[in-house]
């Protein structure tokens, strides 16, 4: 029997009751019909896995007991920084889920050249809360107990001018840099993604003018999401603990 994974947002004390939100309530009571006595698995962030035990369940309320505490984190050793190119439809949220998956560390949404998506701040707030939810669904199903840092929504040209001690890398069609012939950096990578329609050239320029090696991920052209997800993949298998 699989024990359900829920993120809390609070803090969780061990050997005290807690009740869950009206979301993760709903979904224990309702969508899975879980009963009092039935085991669970709470987690909020901070690096810990909290088993424990359903004392109440109800279509509105659920009260859990934390038994315990458990350092338990699958966390990667290597610190992946993903600059994704905001897109339209799911493609955005495909990559916040699997960056999660693949162990990003953290994740900021930029705004490019090419950019679908025009919000005003009210809205881009809206947003930004839906793909903190995705990110712990992710969280909720791999096994991560420290969430990703998502950043605010930046453009490009600020997200550059940063400094960093890590590899800076951009993905653009017809390089002939390898991944797999990078080399080791303990601070790890930053990785720079353009959204559907890519990154245009005087965007793939200026990144490496800022530091940024032009990376080829093969002959094909892929889809934003693809190129995110690849990139990830690679240098975890390389690098990191695939």
């Known amino acids: 029997m699989r024990i359900p994974r829920l993120f ?16 993760a309530a709903h979904h224990v009571a309702n969508v899975l019909r879980l009963k009092s006595g039935h085991p669970v698995v709470l987690f909020n962030g901070d ?8 004392i109440l369940a109800q279509r509105r309320q659920v009260v859990i007991e934390i038994d315990s505490r458990l350092a338990i984190d699958p966390q990667s050793a290597l610190p992946l920084h993903l600059g994704q190119g905001v897109s339209k439809g799911d493609r955005m949220d495909i990559v916040l889920q699997k960056a999660t998956e693949l162990g990003a560390t953290t994740i900021t949404p930029l705004i490019t050249e090419r950019c679908p998506v025009k919000l005003d701040d009210a809205r881009w707030q809206k947003k930004i809360a839906q793909w903190q939810k995705i990110i712990q669904g992710a969280c909720e199903q ?3 107990n420290t969430l990703p840092e998502l950043k605010p929504v930046t453009s490009l040209k600020d997200w550059l001018a940063d400094s960093t ?7 653009a069609p017809g390089s002939q840099q390898r991944l797999s012939q990078l080399s080791a950096n303990p601070a790890g990578f930053r990785v720079l993604v353009g959204p559907e329609g890519g990154l245009s050239d005087a965007e793939v ?23 995110a997800i690849s990139g990830l993949s690679v ?8």
């Open 142 to 144: 791999c096994g991560r």
């Open 47 to 54: 690096g810990n896995e909290y088993p424990a035990t359903i």
């Open 165 to 171: 001690r890590q590899t800076r890398l951009v993905f």
């Open 235 to 242: 240098l975890q298998a390389t690098f990191g603990d695939l």
């Open 8 to 23: 809390h947002p609070d803090t969780i004390t061990v050997d005290s009751e807690l009740t869950l939100t009206a979301e």
């Open 205 to 227: 320029h200026q990144s490496q003018e800022a530091g940024f090696t032009a990376c080829s991920l093969g002959p094909r052209i892929l889809r934003t999401e693809t190129a």
